[in-house]
Each structure stands twice: as structure tokens, then as C-alpha cells.
């Protein structure tokens, strides 16, 4: 019964983990390059959501491929649009204190709250039509979704390899780093900063809305959902180090499992379980899991 | 900015020295009554405050249509409870202080309605509890203005059990999934008690209180499938409930386990084909579109039909418990009006609600002279498919009247629990068709 | 000095005949000094560089604390419920001040984020004693032995959140001009060259953050006793940044800045629930960024710029 117990708590939480660990990606890489963490990451999170239900309900959803490229569109449509938005207004802010420009995401945050009323409503969205496409199976006589089971989980480590990849082999990937490293050498060394910072805005900005699209069909879209995932891969980002990808995978894995491990053994522990996490690894570990201690500057 | 505040400010000061003016002789009719309404329109429970706020425009405008209470027009003044409990509770005194709201419709939640009958009754103002469930805003309190028009969470939990009983008693295993609040964690105290007394062999298998607003329930869905007990419950509503339902009937869970979902009422529509055939449901009341009683009823009939074709829903039961406020509302005054000779004070209006028997929608309630507290029968009914609507809807719908399930005026709600006997599953009957 | 003094006496007159001119106007003024006192502890902090989203804990912990005392032993007078919240948060600061000094920008906002959210699950979860989301109810206490109706309570209480207010910016604005005060704020323009000063920065934090946790926890409990109930949704995060909103609007130049900006706020937030009920959110969310855009030095800075073109200073 342990072994069950153990082999089915994994399995719960790794398709959480998926989901998480795209949000906090997107949070933590934007972090990593222009020093900014985007509170509105959380409205994002939301749109992507509501936009990939209403393009499921516009192409109908018949088949799987449609089902799927309404999640895809949505989410870069999405993160195109809002991530091309929040760049140009944190342009306005470039030179000021990183403090105010985290301020000034906030209120973006609190306007989306209350746009993204206006044009959805305040009825619960769900499509799921992809969710029955895929089916299910059968695990230690406990029936899982394949979307849950497999293709969240599989996104998200593909999504990692995928931005691996392109960082460390591609010259704007290699750039990106540079910039990360040291802006004003990567500057000097005739790097376009400004062009690495909204390419790395837009990548961000639809990882965020990419995990609202993946989340959508199996959860219910309400007011008020970025909030709650805003904080969560906060915890997930700031346990991991911010602005580490590989980092945040793990992060958020670790949080999933204890999530699901909580709800079989001792569920009261459920929600407090991340933050908990995240207490005890800054207490040990200052910088994150995995963040190498910088020299100070003087 | 300061100076748009300071010329309304002075404004504000002008009008109401021309109402203190004229507030000596309070029982003048007013030229219009306004009456405040707290509802959710942000924050998640928005499912019930906005389809409410339609309820009450539609409601309002057909009675100003018709002339309003004895010829004084009424005008709404809504408060939206998603600012959070402080804001509210000024917003509250402003509506009452400066605006001069003469009744307050508040609140939605278990939470705000315990924040606000405490003031209602300093400010001296009749305030009705249209929606929150909680028994401990009421009981024990002794108020002379604070009245709640529908059931408290006693009834509506006792008569789950009643219910749950009658249609389903042959059940060893039950396990609990709700959300994680105040009411999650009250309705499933109340449920257990009862539940354990009248059944001492169930056995509760697991009690999950998974966040509110929480996204995702694979961890519970698996652990309910390990478990596989004969019962699961939830009284968790909104995007949480259709999110847990979804999740587990995507996994088949609802194969092996019986649902019973004592707010589900609310979720039917938006889950569509979601939910299998032959899960319990209540309703938080007797109201149901499809109430087999007055579906026929020239009043309900015409109301689902006029609130279908405004916001393109069926009306659920917040909004029944919306028109049933201001059925009382307009049943009070009429009462008020006919003791005083005129229009009443804001203390004969107190008293028009202790007593007071009116018809919403659906049976007509009555507001207990003791306790201000109303007696509203409870409505159950189990899921099945008809051809005319895409979602599910009701049938062998049962009613469980309030009174043997509700805790008799002056009496301690844990107390009077532990005396709830088997009587009161022979008191749930059957829906007749009229 | 002088001028100052007359124009705190002139203001605080003036909202308090606002207070007792329009009733209704007492609750969102007692509120905006709360929200003021716990964002000037926010401009403690700011003026050191570090920003906290999880001070609302603070003002948690005291309310909690006013309304378990206020409960157990119903004769406590309300002055002394006030001062035992308040220490509440000040012991509670002096703790986990010691560990959250270590830290730095956004890992000492985020720490302080994740130890206001534990709490405030605790709170939510620990049903039996902290009466979960529904919270518990502050019975109206006596004041200075006085039983009072709640009109007249409301209206103590308005006056000694004045009172409270103009000792608390004196208090602030001394230590801010005290060496303490001025090595503080230089943590956030140089911290190095501080240490080699032989000043230990962790300690002037630490000071600091005790500082901040007090007033949090001194508009904490006058929050409770003025609402007459104290729920979780008082630590949420949200409304940590609110308080960092309030800080930000108001500036940190001077002490006073945090309660021109809470004023300012609080009928911002009451006007435009108000009269475009659906979307107070979207109107407050542009004022920030509107704020932040033409007075990054917050409502202070437009009274300051001026005084120092007066003076002559830089």
C-alpha cells in the first residue's frame, strides 16, 4: 500500500509540477534579463487561460488537432499581445528603481484584473474537449487523464529542452545569456540589449500564458486565478534562485510532489506546504537552490 | 482630486441638513426609497452576486413600473462585496449614513453578513441577510433589525442528511471534499454530526478541505479512487465545485462513488453534460426552475422566462433568494404601511418583519417572530437527461420542510444537534406536481 | 519646526470635524490612518532599499491578538488591547527580524511574502482557535474605562488614531534624522562602504524592521477594534501590497507622505467603488502607474521639490 501510495502521489504531482514549473519559467527568464519580476505574470496566466477556452469554443474542438491549436494559438496570440503591452510601458520606467518598476507591474496586474472581467465575465470558463480526446488510463487501479498524466508533464520538459537548446545554440539564445551575465559588457559589446529584452519579454510573457492554456482545460477559469498562481511561482522562483530554469524544474517538482504527498498523508498541510519550502530553503540557502553566490559589488 | 472630494463633500453636507430637516417627522413618505444591496460582481463568487444584481434591476423595474410601494418608487444601491470585508463595511455606512438607504439587503458571504448585522444594528437600519448561510450571524444574538428571509446552514445541512437518507440509506463509506473556509468546514460539522448520529456505523473515510479557488484536484481525485467510498460529498460551489466535478468525471470517479452535492443546483447549467444521470443535488432552498410545484405558476413561469431571455441563464438559486428579499421587502411594507396608516418608521418596519409570511418564487416563507430567523423549505432532486436542455436537470425531486429541521427559536444550535432524531427523514416528501 | 506644528494641528482639526461632521466619514478616516501607519512602516523599509510584501502579518498578528485577548479577558481596557497587539508585533518582528535581516531586495520581500502566507494559511486552517476564514469577532471594548455606544466609540477611536498618527510621525521623522536613521538609508545607497565604517548594517536592519513592525502592528490593532472583527484576508499578500501602493503614492521623502498617500487612497478606493463599482481595480491599478510615471517620489515629492527650491538645498 506504501509503494501505491508513493508511485500514485508521483504521478499527481508531476502533472501539477508541469503546470507550475511553465509559469515560473516565464517569470524567472524574464527576471534573469531585464531585472524585473512581473507581478502581472499572473494576468497572463489568467488570459492565456480564458483566451485558449474561447478559441476552443470558436474552432468548435472536434478533433484533437483543433483542441490543440487553439491551446497554441491562444497562448501566443496572448502572449504576443500582453507581453508586447507590458514592454512598452516598462520602457517608460527603464532607469528607475527596480522597486518602482515591480510597482508598476502591479498596477498592470490590478488593470488586467478588471479587463479581463469586462470582456469574460464572471461565470466559470471550461472547455475540455482535449482533455476526452486524449483519453485515459489506468494506474494501480486509480483511472488518470493522459492530458494530466502525460501531455502537461511532456510539455513542460519539452518546452525546457527546447529553451535549453536555443540558449545555448542559437546566437540570440547566446546573446540573451550574455545580456543575463552582464548588460552593460554585453551592450558594449555591440549586443542590441533592447531587442534581447522584448524578445525575452515575448518568450516570457507566453510560457506564462502558455501554462493559463494548459491549465484550462482542466480547471475552471474564475475572477481571480492569477492571483493565486502569481504567488505560487513567486515561491517556486525564489526557492530556486531567480533567473535559473533548471532551478525552477526542480523547484517546482519538489513542490508538486509535496503537494500531493500532503494530500495522502497528511492533508491539512496542503496549502501551506510550498511556502513552507520556500522558508526553509532561503533559511539554509540565501540565493535560492541553486543560485552560485555573486561577489558583491562595491 | 481634493477638490472635486471637497465640492461633493459640501454638497453631501447641504443634502443631508435638508434630510435632517426633515427627519423629524420619519414616517413621511419618502420620494423614493432606496434600499442598499451588497452582491459579489468581482471575486469568484460573482457566479451568484451577478445573475442576483439582474434578478433585483428586473424586479425593481417591474415594481417602479407598477408604481413602485404605495407610490414611492425604489432604487437600489448596490455594493460590491469583492472590495473585501473593511471596504465594504464603509461602504455600507456610507450607503446608510449619507445615501439614507431605509433597508440593506446584505450579504452574500458567511463572513460579511457576521461584519455587518452587528452594525445594521447600531445604525439603527433594517437589514435583511438575503444569501449567507452561516446560523451564528442570527442565533444567540437578539436583534431587533437583523432578518434573514431564506434558511440558515442548519436547515440546509439537516435536511441534506434527511434527504441523503431517504433516497440513498444503504451507504458504509462517505468522504467529504470542501473548499477550505468558513463554510466548507461549518456545513461538513453540521452534516457530520447529524450524519453520525442517525448512522452511527458510516464510516468517514477522508475529509479533504482542498484550498478555495484551488486549480487543480488530481491528488484528491486519486486519493477518492484508492479510497472508493460509497458517498462523496461536496458542498463547495462555483468555479471550485465545476472544477472538482470535472476532474473527477474525467477520471471516472463518478462511476465508482455517488455524488451528492448539496449546492450543485447552482453548477447544473455550466456543467452540461459533465455530470452523470442519478448524482443528489439540493438547492439551498425549495427554488428550482423546474420546481415540479410552480412550474406552471404564472409568477415563477414568467420570471424564468423574462430572466432567461435577459442574461441567457436559468436563474439559480441566488437569484431565488434575490426576488424572495424583496418579496419580503415589499410584503413587509405593505404590512407596515397598513399597521402605521402611513408610510412606517424605520422601527414599524422592524416589526412588519417579525412574523411575516410572504411567497417568492416558489412556497412562502416565514420569518420567525422570535429570532427574525425565515423557515424555507429545502429542495433535492437527482440528476437525469431531457431532451429539451443541453445540461441536466432534475428528478424524484423531494422536499424537506423547515421547520422539524431547523434549531426551534432560543436554542443553541450544537446543543439542539445532538438531538436530531430518525423523525426527520420521514418528514422529506416527494414534489406533488400541481 | 514651527510651521509643521501648526499645519499638523490645522489638519488633524480639519479631519476630525470631517469625522464628526458626516458619521459615516469616520470609518474610512480611521481606516486611512491605519493603512497610513502601516505604510509609513513600509517607508521604514524603503528608506533602507528593501521592500516587504508580507507586512500585513504584522497588522495580522496584533488584530489576532487584540481580538483573542479582547475575548478571553473582556475587561481589558481597549488603550491596554492596542499596546499588547502592538507588542505582539513588535516580539514577532524582533524574530523573524533577526532571520529576514540577512536578505536583500527581492529575496527579502519574497521571504516576507512566504511567512505572511504561512500565517495567513495557519489562520485559515487552525479552525477551532483562530475561527478560520471567517476570523473572529473584537468585541467593543472599554475606553479608558469608558463604556461607549458605537458612535461614540467610533469617534474615540478617530481621535486617537489622530493622536496616534502625529506621535508617529514625529517619532519617525526623528529617527530619520537620527545617525540610526541616516545610516539606514544608507544600506540602500551604499552598504559596503557602511560596514567598513564599522557600522554592522544587519543590526541597523534589524532596528529598522522592528521599527516597521511596530507601526504595522499599532494600525493593526485599530484596525481590529474599529471593524470589530479580524479575518486572514488582513495578511493576505494583497494587501501587503496595498500597503506598499499606500508607501509608494505617498513617498518616502517624509513621514507624513504615508498618510497623505493612505488618504488619498482610501477615498480613491471609496469613490471609485462607488461610482464605477465594476472596475475600482482598473482605476486604482492606472493610478499607481500614473503616480510611479510623474512623481516617482511619491505626493511628498511635490512638497519637497518646492521647499528645496525655496531653501536653496540640492
Redesign the interface.
Known amino acids: 500500500m506504501t509503494r ?2 508513493l508511485i ?2 508521483l ?3 508531476v ?2 509540477a508541469g ?1 507550475l514549473f511553465l509559469v515560473a519559467l516565464g517569470l524567472t527568464f524574464i527576471f534573469g534579463v531585464v531585472r524585473i519580476l512581473n507581478v502581472a505574470h499572473g494576468s497572463l496566466y489568467a488570459c492565456g487561460g480564458y483566451a485558449a477556452a474561447t478559441l476552443g469554443l470558436w474552432l468548435g474542438g472536434g478533433t484533437l488537432g483543433a483542441s490543440l491549436a487553439a491551446l497554441i494559438g491562444a497562448s501566443i496570440a496572448v502572449g504576443v499581445v500582453l507581453g508586447t503591452l507590458l514592454m512598452l510601458l516598462l520602457r517608460r520606467f527603464q532607469d528607475r528603481d527596480p522597486i518602482l518598476q515591480l510597482l508598476v507591474t502591479f498596477g498592470a496586474f490590478m488593470i488586467f484584473e ?1 479587463l479581463q ?1 469586462m470582456i469574460w ?4 470558463y ?1 472547455v ?1 474537449d482535449v ?2 480526446q486524449m483519453g ?1 488510463s489506468e494506474v494501480l ?5 493522459n492530458y ?1 498524466l502525460l501531455f502537461v508533464p511532456g510539455a513542460a520538459i519539452a518546452i525546457f529542452a527546447l529553451l535549453q537548446w536555443f540558449l545555448k545554440h542559437t546566437l540570440t539564445g547566446r546573446q540573451i545569456i550574455a545580456v543575463t551575465h552582464d548588460r552593460e559588457v554585453a551592450t558594449a559589446m555591440g549586443i542590441n540589449a533592447k531587442r534581447i529584452a522584448y524578445l525575452t519579454f515575448i518568450v516570457g510573457a507566453m510560457l506564462g500564458s502558455l501554462g493559463g492554456a494548459l ?1 484550462s482545460p ?8 492569477g492571483a ?2 502569481i504567488v505560487l511561482s513567486f515561491a517556486v522562483v525564489a526557492t530556486a534562485g531567480l533567473g535559473q530554469i533548471s532551478g525552477a524544474l526542480l523547484t517546482a517538482l519538489m513542490i508538486g510532489l509535496a ?2 504527498f500532503c ?2 498523508l497528511y ?2 498541510l ?2 501551506v506546504m510550498p511556502y513552507v519550502i520556500m522558508v526553509l530553503v532561503l533559511l539554509v540557502r540565501p540565493q535560492g537552490l541553486f543560485t552560485v553566490a555573486q561577489a558583491r559589488r562595491i | ?1 481634493f477638490r472635486r ?1 471637497a465640492i461633493r ?1 459640501s454638497l ?2 447641504a443634502f ?1 441638513c435638508s434630510l435632517l430637516a426633515t427627519g423629524a417627522q420619519a414616517a413621511d413618505k419618502p420620494a423614493e426609497l432606496k434600499v442598499g444591496i451588497t452582491t459579489f ?4 463568487a ?2 451568484f ?2 445573475p442576483a444584481k439582474a434578478a433585483a434591476e428586473m424586479y425593481i423595474d417591474s415594481l417602479n413600473a407598477k408604481g413602485g410601494i404605495d407610490g414611492v418608487k425604489v432604487r437600489p444601491i ?3 462585496e469583492g ?5 465594504l ?3 455600507y ?2 450607503v ?3 445615501e439614507r438607504a431605509e433597508l440593506m439587503l446584505a450579504s452574500i458571504s ?2 460579511n453578513c ?2 455587518l448585522a ?2 445594521a444594528e ?1 445604525l439603527k437600519v433594517v437589514n435583511l441577510m438575503w444569501d449567507c448561510g ?1 446560523e451564528k450571524a442570527l442565533e444567540g444574538h437578539g436583534y431587533k433589525y437583523v432578518f434573514r428571509p431564506q434558511a440558515n446552514a442548519v436547515t440546509e445541512m439537516v435536511a441534506a442528511v434527511a434527504y441523503l437518507l431517504k433516497v440513498n440509506p444503504d451507504f458504509k463509506t462517505i468522504a467529504v471534499v470542501n473548499q ?3 463554510w466548507g ?1 461549518d456545513s461538513w460539522d453540521i452534516f457530520r454530526t447529524v450524519l453520525t448520529q442517525l448512522k452511527p456505523d458510516v464510516k468517514v473515510v ?8 484551488a ?2 484536484f ?3 481525485v ?2 477518492l ?2 479510497l472508493r467510498p460509497d458517498v462523496v460529498l461536496s458542498t463547495s460551489w ?3 465545485l ?2 472538482f466535478v ?2 473527477a468525471s ?4 463518478l462511476r465508482t462513488s455517488k455524488f451528492y452535492l448539496p449546492l450543485g443546483e447552482s453548477s447544473l447549467e ?1 456543467l452540461g453534460q ?1 455530470l452523470p444521470d442519478g448524482v443528489l443535488i439540493g438547492a439551498r432552498g425549495d427554488h428550482y426552475f423546474l420546481e415540479p410545484r410552480y412550474v406552471n405558476d404564472e409568477k415563477h413561469k414568467t420570471f424564468v422566462a423574462n430572466f432567461k431571455e435577459k442574461t441567457g ?1 436559468y436563474p439559480i438559486y441566488s437569484v431565488y433568494h434575490m426576488i424572495q428579499s424583496l418579496d419580503a421587502m415589499t410584503a413587509a411594507y405593505e404590512k407596515a404601511i397598513k399597521a402605521a396608516g402611513g408610510w412606517p418608521t424605520e422601527e414599524q418596519l422592524a416589526d412588519a418583519f417579525r412574523g411575516l409570511e410572504f411567497r417568492g418564487l416558489t412556497s412562502s416563507v416565514t420569518i420567525r417572530p422570535e429570532d427574525g430567523q425565515g423557515l424555507e423549505d429545502q429542495l433535492f432532486g437527482m440528476t437525469t437527461s431531457h431532451p429539451d436542455y443541453k445540461f441536466k436537470v432534475l428528478k424524484d425531486v423531494m422536499i424537506v420542510p423547515a421547520a422539524p429541521v431547523t434549531t426551534p427559536p432560543g436554542q443553541h444550535t450544537p446543543d439542539w444537534l445532538k438531538t436530531v432524531n430518525a423523525s426527520i427523514i420521514d418528514a422529506v416528501q416527494p414534489a406533488q406536481a400541481q | 519646526m514651527r510651521p509643521s506644528l501648526i499645519g499638523a494641528a490645522i489638519a488633524a482639526a480639519i479631519l476630525l470635524a ?1 469625522g464628526f ?4 466619514l469616520k ?2 478616516l480611521i ?1 486611512a490612518f491605519c493603512y497610513g501607519m502601516a505604510a509609513l512602516g513600509i517607508g521604514v523599509l524603503l528608506r533602507a532599499g528593501q521592500i516587504s510584501f508580507g507586512h500585513a502579518m504584522y497588522a495580522c498578528i496584533s488584530g489576532y491578538t487584540v481580538a483573542f485577548l479582547g475575548s478571553r479577558f473582556p475587561g481589558l481596557d481597549g488603550l491596554l488591547l492596542i499596546v499588547l497587539g502592538t507588542a505582539a508585533s513588535i516580539v514577532a518582528g524582533m524574530l523573524i527580524g533577526a532571520f529576514v535581516v540577512r536578505y536583500r531586495e527581492i529575496f527579502f520581500g519574497m521571504l516576507n511574502l512566504a511567512l505572511s502566507m504561512v500565517l495567513f494559511t495557519i489562520l ?2 487552525f ?1 477551532a482557535y483562530t ?5 473572529l ?1 473584537v468585541n467593543r471594548p472599554t475606553l479608558l474605562g469608558m463604556d461607549l ?3 461614540e466609540f467610533e469617534g474615540a477611536l478617530l481621535v486617537l488614531a489622530i493622536l496616534a498618527s502625529l506621535a508617529v510621525i514625529w517619532a519617525v521623522q526623528r529617527y530619520f534624522r537620527s545617525s540610526a536613521g541616516q545610516a539606514l538609508a544608507a544600506i540602500k545607497t551604499n552598504e559596503t562602504r557602511l560596514e567598513y565604517l564599522g557600522v554592522s548594517a544587519r543590526k541597523l536592519l534589524w532596528q529598522g524592521y522592528v521599527l516597521s513592525a511596530a507601526l504595522c502592528g499599532l494600525s493593526g490593532s485599530l ?1 481590529g477594534l474599529s ?3 479580524v ?1 486572514p ?1 488582513m495578511g493576505y499578500w494583497l494587501r501587503s501590497g496595498e500597503f506598499v501602493f499606500i508607501a509608494i503614492l505617498g513617498g518616502s521623502g517624509h513621514a507624513v507622505g504615508a498618510f497623505v498617500g493612505a488618504l ?1 487612497y482610501e ?5 471609485a ?2 461610482l464605477v ?2 472596475a ?2 482598473l482605476v486604482l491599478g492606472a493610478t499607481l502607474i500614473v503616480i510611479i510615471y510623474f512623481l516617482p517620489k511619491g505626493l511628498v515629492g511635490l512638497f519637497s521639490r518646492r521647499r528645496s527650491a525655496v531653501e536653496g538645498q540640492p
Open positions: 501505491d501510495i500514485l502521489a504521478l499527481d504531482g502533472s501539477y503546470l478588471d472581467r465575465g464572471t461565470q466559470p471550461f475540455a482533455v476526452n485515459t487501479g486509480v483511472v488518470y487523464m494530466q491549465a482542466t480547471t475552471s477559469l474564475v475572477p481571480g486565478i493565486d498562481m503537494r500531493s494530500v495522502y492533508p491539512e496542503e496549502v | 482630486m472630494v463633500a453631501l453636507a443631508s460582481m468581482s471575486g469568484s460573482s457566479v452576486g451577478v448596490f455594493i460590491d472590495v473585501g470585508g473593511d471596504r463595511l464603509s461602504e455606512r456610507r446608510v449614513q449619507e458567511s463572513g457576521n461584519t452587528p452594525v447600531d452561516t477550505d473556509y468558513a468546514r477522508a475529509e479533504l478541505f482542498p484550498k478555495f479557488g486549480p487543480d488530481s491528488a484528491e486519486s486519493r479512487q484508492v462555483g468555479g471550485d465545476d472544477t470535472r476532474q474525467q477520471r471516472g470517479l455550466r459533465t441563464s | 470631517v461632521g458626516f458619521p459615516w470609518i474610512p481606516l485559515g486552517k479552525y475561527g478560520g476564514t471567517d476570523g469577532r455606544s458605537r458612535p484596525f471593524q470589530g472583527l479575518t484576508e488619498l477615498f480613491l478606493k471609496m469613490y467603488a462607488a463599482s465594476g475600482w481595480q
